[in-house]
Protein backbone atom coordinates (compact mmCIF):
# COMPACT_ATOMS: atom_id res chain seq x y z
CA UNK A 1 0.00 0.00 0.00
CA UNK A 2 1.08 3.49 -0.80
CA UNK A 3 2.71 5.32 2.15
CA UNK A 4 1.22 8.95 2.69
CA UNK A 5 3.20 11.37 2.23
CA UNK A 6 3.10 15.25 3.09
CA UNK A 7 1.08 16.44 -0.12
CA UNK A 8 -0.96 13.80 1.04
CA UNK A 9 -0.84 15.48 4.65
CA UNK A 10 -1.46 18.44 2.93
CA UNK A 11 -4.51 18.12 0.53
CA UNK A 12 -6.61 16.38 3.62
CA UNK A 13 -5.86 19.67 5.88
CA UNK A 14 -6.75 21.89 3.14
CA UNK A 15 -10.04 19.75 2.19
CA UNK A 16 -10.50 19.74 5.88
CA UNK A 17 -10.94 23.47 6.28
CA UNK A 18 -12.99 23.21 2.98
CA UNK A 19 -14.24 20.24 1.19
CA UNK A 20 -15.69 22.76 -1.36
CA UNK A 21 -12.78 23.98 -2.84
CA UNK A 22 -11.83 23.38 -6.18
CA UNK A 23 -9.13 21.66 -7.58
CA UNK A 24 -7.56 24.25 -9.51
CA UNK A 25 -7.52 26.66 -6.40
CA UNK A 26 -6.53 23.91 -3.56
CA UNK A 27 -3.74 23.27 -6.58
CA UNK A 28 -2.79 26.60 -6.03
CA UNK A 29 -3.14 26.53 -2.33
CA UNK A 30 -0.35 23.35 -2.25
CA UNK A 31 1.61 24.53 -4.63
CA UNK A 32 1.38 21.50 -7.16
CA UNK A 33 -0.12 20.85 -10.69
CA UNK A 34 -3.64 20.12 -10.66
CA UNK A 35 -3.65 17.46 -12.46
CA UNK A 36 -1.50 15.82 -9.79
CA UNK A 37 -3.74 17.56 -6.94
CA UNK A 38 -7.20 15.45 -8.82
CA UNK A 39 -5.01 12.09 -8.78
CA UNK A 40 -4.08 12.38 -5.42
CA UNK A 41 -7.53 13.04 -4.32
CA UNK A 42 -9.01 10.45 -6.25
CA UNK A 43 -6.38 7.87 -4.74
CA UNK A 44 -7.32 9.05 -0.93
CA UNK A 45 -10.62 8.09 -2.11
CA UNK A 46 -10.01 4.64 -3.18
CA UNK A 47 -7.75 4.04 -0.33
CA UNK A 48 -10.05 5.39 2.35
CA UNK A 49 -8.54 7.94 3.85
CA UNK A 50 -11.14 10.47 2.49
CA UNK A 51 -14.75 8.95 3.19
CA UNK A 52 -16.86 11.55 1.96
CA UNK A 53 -16.94 15.04 1.07
CA UNK A 54 -19.76 16.86 3.40
CA UNK A 55 -21.38 20.10 4.27
CA UNK A 56 -21.53 21.19 8.17
CA UNK A 57 -25.49 22.58 8.43
CA UNK A 58 -26.03 25.35 10.76
CA UNK A 59 -28.54 23.85 13.41
CA UNK A 60 -29.50 27.08 15.24
CA UNK A 61 -30.49 28.62 11.19
CA UNK A 62 -32.96 25.79 11.13
CA UNK A 63 -34.67 26.22 14.57
CA UNK A 64 -32.56 23.59 16.37
CA UNK A 65 -31.32 25.80 19.28
CA UNK A 66 -31.21 22.94 22.01
CA UNK A 67 -28.09 20.55 21.74
CA UNK A 68 -27.96 17.60 24.15
CA UNK A 69 -25.69 14.78 24.96
CA UNK A 70 -27.55 11.97 26.88
CA UNK A 71 -25.75 9.37 28.53
CA UNK A 72 -28.07 5.93 28.52
CA UNK A 73 -27.35 2.54 30.62
CA UNK A 74 -29.61 -0.28 28.99
CA UNK A 75 -30.12 -3.82 29.63
CA UNK A 76 -27.21 -5.76 27.39
CA UNK A 77 -30.11 -7.83 26.26
CA UNK A 78 -32.04 -5.68 24.81
CA UNK A 79 -28.74 -3.45 23.52
CA UNK A 80 -29.88 -4.08 19.42
CA UNK A 81 -33.33 -3.25 20.32
CA UNK A 82 -32.50 0.12 22.34
CA UNK A 83 -29.99 0.81 19.18
CA UNK A 84 -32.55 0.20 16.59
CA UNK A 85 -34.56 2.50 18.54
CA UNK A 86 -32.82 5.66 18.83
CA UNK A 87 -32.14 5.68 15.14
CA UNK A 88 -36.06 6.04 14.33
CA UNK A 89 -35.95 9.39 16.82
CA UNK A 90 -35.18 12.06 13.64
CA UNK A 91 -33.45 14.50 16.70
CA UNK A 92 -31.16 11.65 17.21
CA UNK A 93 -27.65 12.56 15.53
CA UNK A 94 -25.24 10.32 16.16
CA UNK A 95 -25.18 7.16 19.47
CA UNK A 96 -21.91 6.10 20.65
CA UNK A 97 -21.23 3.16 22.01
CA UNK A 98 -18.51 4.06 25.16
CA UNK A 99 -16.72 2.55 28.30
CA UNK A 100 -17.71 4.11 31.42
CA UNK A 101 -20.38 4.87 33.59
CA UNK A 102 -23.08 4.78 30.35
CA UNK A 103 -23.39 2.36 27.90
CA UNK A 104 -24.02 4.71 25.10
CA UNK A 105 -24.00 8.94 24.35
CA UNK A 106 -26.42 10.12 22.34
CA UNK A 107 -25.95 13.86 21.03
CA UNK A 108 -29.65 15.04 20.03
CA UNK A 109 -31.01 18.74 18.61
CA UNK A 110 -34.33 19.82 19.49
CA UNK A 111 -36.62 23.39 19.08
CA UNK A 112 -36.52 23.81 22.88
CA UNK A 113 -35.88 22.84 26.53
CA UNK A 114 -39.61 21.56 26.30
CA UNK A 115 -39.26 19.82 23.25
CA UNK A 116 -35.68 18.27 24.16
CA UNK A 117 -37.65 17.31 27.51
CA UNK A 118 -40.35 16.15 25.79
CA UNK A 119 -38.25 13.74 23.69
CA UNK A 120 -35.86 12.47 26.36
CA UNK A 121 -38.83 11.66 28.86
CA UNK A 122 -41.57 10.09 26.20
CA UNK A 123 -38.95 8.80 23.48
CA UNK A 124 -35.99 7.73 24.50
CA UNK A 125 -36.84 6.91 27.89
CA UNK A 126 -39.46 4.82 26.94
CA UNK A 127 -37.94 2.47 24.43
CA UNK A 128 -37.32 -0.80 25.85
CA UNK A 129 -34.39 -1.70 27.72
CA UNK A 130 -33.40 1.87 28.70
CA UNK A 131 -32.63 2.01 32.60
CA UNK A 132 -31.84 5.19 33.03
CA UNK A 133 -30.64 8.51 31.30
CA UNK A 134 -28.46 11.79 32.28
CA UNK A 135 -28.77 14.43 29.54
CA UNK A 136 -26.25 17.03 29.97
CA UNK A 137 -27.71 20.45 27.96
CA UNK A 138 -24.94 22.08 25.54
CA UNK A 139 -24.66 25.61 27.22
CA UNK A 140 -22.04 27.41 25.02
CA UNK A 141 -20.02 24.91 22.45
CA UNK A 142 -16.29 26.40 21.90
CA UNK A 143 -14.58 24.50 19.12
CA UNK A 144 -11.11 24.64 17.29
CA UNK A 145 -10.68 23.64 13.67
CA UNK A 146 -9.39 20.18 13.24
CA UNK A 147 -5.43 20.59 12.29
CA UNK A 148 -3.94 17.34 10.57
CA UNK A 149 -0.03 17.60 10.57
CA UNK A 150 1.19 19.35 7.10
CA UNK A 151 4.40 17.11 7.51
CA UNK A 152 5.15 13.35 8.01
CA UNK A 153 8.98 14.19 9.40
CA UNK A 154 9.86 16.25 12.71
Known sequence: MDRIDDLDLKILSELSKDASISVPKLSKKVNINASVVYSRIKRLIKRGLIKKFTVIINDEAL??????????????????????????????????????????????????????????SEKVGRIEGVQKTETFIEMRKTARELVYPTSLSK
Open 63 to 120: GLNVKALTGINMDSKLRDNVLTELFKIPEVREVSEVTGRFDVLVTMNARSLDEMHQLI
